[in-house]
């Protein structure tokens, strides 16, 4: 019995030593081959391994790196590119294959690809997917710190997630900017500029910017689950059909997507049936869930922000505002409820601001859609919801066949004001001003807004405890994004000039934010929190 336990207690320590004996390399040569590079210990590392690059490496690629093992890079600011970015007819990297489940890593890189979108339509790695990176099946796929930038695809300009299956993504902290989509000969139209998901998704505390599409979902397409929090959604383009930032395009059952704390930010779609914003693009088992989210200076053509066309959508505690649709569709949202039960939608509305929208014919912020594919004409619109702020709706929003009274309803020409501060647009239409230090729409000190919502709404319950800024909301909480508060947090780089002088109110510099002085500011009271500067 000693012999056998003596005998099992070796093995378990050969068994550990094994399993924890992870080796990590550090890259020695900025060349794209020979001893010490990137590509060299990438081949070389076992299954398990760690990479570092120093700060201050400039890696450039004369191909794409291709590797199928568990792995973890950590780049401390360094740069991997292609020869020349958004032109080179190859990516960064091709990660994973089609049999075996891997777990991969990449930390504090800034990744410039190239125009993949020729490539045929075949066998990988040749696919025209991925213009920076390319993820196939089977990964837990992880990014933190990351910039993703010059990627041109047909699907996934920047990121491309091949397949739904065994697939956990994890974006943190990046940034995927000035990514394309397009289409190139024989090659289909793409969706994703920035990226393109599969499988179960979270992001949080990104910024997608200037990403571009020929199609939709300039910034983001989802075809399964998503959860995103705390991002900016701010200048993507779309040229085709549906969303300029996020395509919600899942078509299964139980999946739902999640927006908290976003911002959408001048975006904007030019195609026929296109929303500048968010869009339930075509499955009625679509479930969209938004809190806490400001949709501002978003532009398309059914619909400036949000576009409920097929599916099932939640907002609470959103504003709206400054959005455009270029047709006589809704300024802010647009919905649709067709007789067929494949084009179905429900709109849940609580707590959530729309004022200060405009179609082609004037103000409008809710309005229904149905276009020329929509199938058959609308038989009633299924919009409900609490203690909501609308300034112009056209239709009746109701509750299946029992109208809804919206609780609050704004004068647009007498607001109290809604809003802090205004301005107008080449039109002349009254716009509010973003409050550039949180990306969202500041209340006035006495507008309809304070304490006009609903404190308990839903099970689970709906309404948050915080507001997009993080400050506590109130009991009644105000309606919209942003409750009215004394105090602003700045979680970015932010100059003075863009503060309002406030003698009452004061100021707290979260970590990784930071206050230039540009201009003279009065303020009651500046905290600088741990991590943060002034």
């Not at 504090?108 to 979108?117: A, H, P, R, V, W």
């Not at 599916?311 to 455009?324: D, K, P, Q, S, V």
């Not at 619109?381 to 704004?410: C, D, K, Q």
Request: proline residues 4%.
């Amino acid at each position: 019995m000693k012999l056998k336990i003596t005998t099992l207690i070796g093995l378990l320590l050969v068994l550990t030593t094994t399993l924890f004996a992870k080796t990590t390399y550090t890259v020695s040569s900025s060349g794209d081959t020979g001893a010490g590079t990137l590509r060299t210990l990438i081949a070389s590392a076992a299954s398990g391994d760690s990479i570092v690059i120093p700060t201050g490496y400039t890696i450039v690629l004369a191909s794409e790196i291709a590797f199928a093992k568990n792995l973890q890079l950590d780049g401390q600011g360094a740069t991997i590119k292609v020869t020349e970015s958004g032109v080179s007819k190859w990516r960064i990297f091709d990660i994973g294959n089609t049999t075996s489940s891997y777990t991969v890593s990449l930390n504090n890189l800034n990744l410039e690809g190239g125009d993949i979108s020729s490539l045929a339509v075949g066998t990988v790695p040749s696919v025209p997917y991925g213009g920076v990176i390319y993820v196939e099946r089977k990964l837990n796929f992880t990014m933190r710190n990351c910039t993703v930038t010059k990627g041109i695809g047909t699907y996934g300009g920047g990121l491309y997630i091949s397949n739904a299956t065994g697939m956990n993504v994890v974006l943190d902290g990046c940034t995927f900017k000035d990514n394309e989509t397009k289409t190139t000969g024989a090659a289909p139209v793409g969706n994703g500029g920035g990226v393109a998901f599969k499988g179960t998704a979270t992001v949080r505390n990104c910024i997608f910017e200037n990403n571009k599409s020929g199609a939709g979902g300039a910034a983001i397409i989802i075809y399964t689950q998503a959860t995103i929090s705390n991002s900016i959604f701010k200048g993507n383009n779309a040229t085709g059909p549906y969303g300029a930032a996020i395509s919600n395009n899942n078509t299964i059952a139980d999946k739902t997507t999640v927006l908290n704390n976003c911002s959408f930010i001048s975006n904007k779609s030019t195609g026929d049936g296109s929303v500048g914003g968010f869009i339930n693009v075509n499955n009625v088992v679509q479930v969209a869930v938004m809190t806490n989210c400001t949709f501002y200076d978003n532009s398309g053509t059914v619909a400036g922000a949000v576009w409920n066309r097929v599916g099932y959508l939640t907002m609470t505690n959103c504003t709206l505002a400054g959005n455009t649709s270029t047709t006589a569709a809704g300024g802010a949202l647009a919905y649709l409820h067709a007789d067929s039960p494949a084009k179905f939608s429900q709109t849940l509305l609580v707590n959530t601001i729309f004022a200060y929208n405009y179609n082609s014919a004037g103000q409008m912020d809710i309005a229904p859609y149905v276009g020329a594919d929509e199938g058959a004409a609308l038989t009633g619109t299924v919009v409900t919801g609490p203690n909501n702020i609308v300034a112009a709706s056209s239709g009746t929003l109701v509750s299946l066949s029992t109208p809804v009274t919206f609780t609050y309803r704004v004068d647009p020409a007498n607001d109290s004001p809604l809003f802090a501060s205004y301005t107008t647009n080449t039109s002349s239409q009254k716009i509010p001003v973003l409050y550039s230090a949180n990306n969202a729409v500041p209340l006035s000190a006495t507008s309809v807004a304070i304490g006009a919502g609903v404190k308990n709404s839903g099970s689970p319950e709906l309404v948050p405890v915080l507001d997009q800024n993080g400050s506590t909301r109130s009991d009644p909480p105000s309606v919209g994004a942003l409750e009215f508060t004394t105090t602003t947090h700045l979680k970015s780089n932010v100059n003075a000039s863009s503060l309002p002088t406030c003698p009452t109110c004061g100021v707290i510099i979260d970590s990784g934010g930071a206050l230039t002085l540009d201009a003279p500011l009065t303020l009651n009271s500046v905290e600088v929190s741990p991590g943060a500067k002034l």
